[in-house]
C-alpha cells in the first residue's frame, strides 16, 4: 500500500479553489488603489479570513468594512495583539471571547482586561490560572476561595504562588490534601500555620517538613514518632534537637537496625544512652566502618 494518499477534488470545487484564490490575490495586492465600489465588491466576495494580516493592518478602510462577526476568533485576537486600534471595531457584548483565546493578547496586553467584557463569574480554573500566570494582580477579579480546583490544579496554583500573599490568603485551605500542605508548611514556615489542620498530617508528612524545618517540631503530634521501632524518630534525630528527648524516653523501643543510624549520625552524643543489646554483628560490622575501634563504647 502506497504512503502517499491521495485526495480527489471534483471539478466544482477545484474551480472554487481557484477563484477564490484569485480573488484574494487581487483584492491582497491592490485593494489600496480600488474605489470604494469596487473595494465593496471584492470585499463582499473574498474569504476575509485568507486575507493577509497586513493588510488589516495597514488600510484602515478594509477594517472600517469588514464583517468583523465572520471572522475567525483567533485571527480576530491575533490582529488585536498587534494593533490595539482593533478593539475599536469589536462588539464585545456579541463576540464572548474565553480567556483561553485571549491568553496571548492579555500577555502583551494585561492593562486591557476591562475592555473585553469577561464574565468573570463563569470562568473555569484552568483559565484562572492563566490569568494569575499573566498576572497575579488579576487574583481581585476572581473568588479564589469558591473557585472548584482539582488536585492539580492547586497543586500548580501553589507552586507558582506560594510567596504571594495576596493570592494564596485567598484559596480555600481546606481543599488542600496533604502534599499541598506540606509543600505549604516547608516553603513558609509557620506563617499560614492556622489555615492548616495539622491533624491531617502523618508521620512522613512531618518527617518530611522538619527535615527542611526542625523549629516546627513543637507543632507536631510527637506520639506519630514513637509507633513501631521509632524508626521515623530516627529520621530527624540530626535535624531536630529536641529528638535527643524523646530519644531517651523511648530508647527500648529502637531497635538494632536504628541504634546503628543514630550511632552512624553522632556517635558521642548516641553512645551513652544506647541499648547496646539490641546491636547483632551485622550492625556492628557496619559500624566499625566509621568507627573502627566502637567496641570500646560498649558499656
Not at 496533604?178 to 506563617?191: A, D, E, M, P, Q
Request: charged share 30%; with cysteine.
Amino acid at each position: 500500500m502506497s504512503k502517499k494518499q491521495h485526495i480527489f477534488l471534483s471539478q466544482k470545487i477545484i474551480k472554487e479553489l481557484v477563484n477564490d484564490c484569485f480573488i484574494n490575490h487581487v483584492f491582497s495586492s491592490c485593494h489600496d488603489k480600488m474605489d470604494d465600489n469596487m473595494f465593496q465588491i471584492f470585499l463582499k466576495n473574498i474569504n476575509i479570513n485568507s486575507l493577509d494580516d497586513e493588510s488589516f493592518l495597514k488600510d484602515e478602510r478594509i477594517r472600517r468594512m469588514v464583517d468583523w462577526e465572520n471572522m475567525s476568533r483567533k485571527k480576530i485576537i491575533r490582529l488585536m495583539t498587534r494593533d490595539l486600534s482593533i478593539l475599536n471595531y469589536i462588539d464585545f457584548e456579541k463576540q464572548k471571547f474565553s480567556i483561553t483565546e485571549l491568553e496571548i493578547f492579555l500577555r502583551f496586553h494585561p492593562e486591557y482586561i476591562n475592555d473585553l467584557n469577561i464574565d468573570f463569574d463563569k470562568i473555569i480554573p484552568k483559565e484562572v490560572l492563566i490569568l494569575l500566570k499573566i498576572d497575579p494582580g488579576f487574583c481581585e477579579y476572581v473568588d479564589l476561595y469558591n473557585v472548584q480546583f482539582n488536585r492539580l490544579e492547586l497543586q500548580e496554583l501553589v507552586k507558582n504562588f506560594i510567596f504571594n500573599e495576596n493570592v494564596i490568603t485567598k484559596i480555600n485551605f481546606n481543599l488542600f490534601d496533604n502534599y499541598i500542605n506540606r509543600y505549604v508548611l516547608k516553603k513558609t514556615s509557620t506563617k499560614y500555620i492556622d489555615k492548616i489542620n495539622l491533624d491531617s498530617l502523618n508521620v512522613l508528612d512531618w518527617v518530611d517538613i522538619l527535615q527542611k524545618n526542625p523549629g516546627m517540631f513543637k507543632y507536631c503530634n510527637t506520639d506519630l514518632f514513637l509507633k513501631g521501632d521509632c524508626f521515623n524518630l530516627i529520621k530527624i534525630a540530626s535535624c531536630v534537637y529536641e529528638a535527643y528527648e524523646l530519644i531517651e524516653k523511648n530508647k527500648d523501643l529502637i531497635s538494632g537496625l536504628g541504634w546503628e543510624k543514630l550511632l552512624l549520625i553522632d556517635l558521642e552524643k548516641y553512645q551513652k544512652i544506647c541499648n547496646w543489646s539490641k546491636l547483632n554483628n551485622l550492625n556492628f560490622k557496619i559500624l566499625k566502618k566509621k568507627y573502627p575501634d566502637i567496641e570500646k563504647y560498649v558499656n
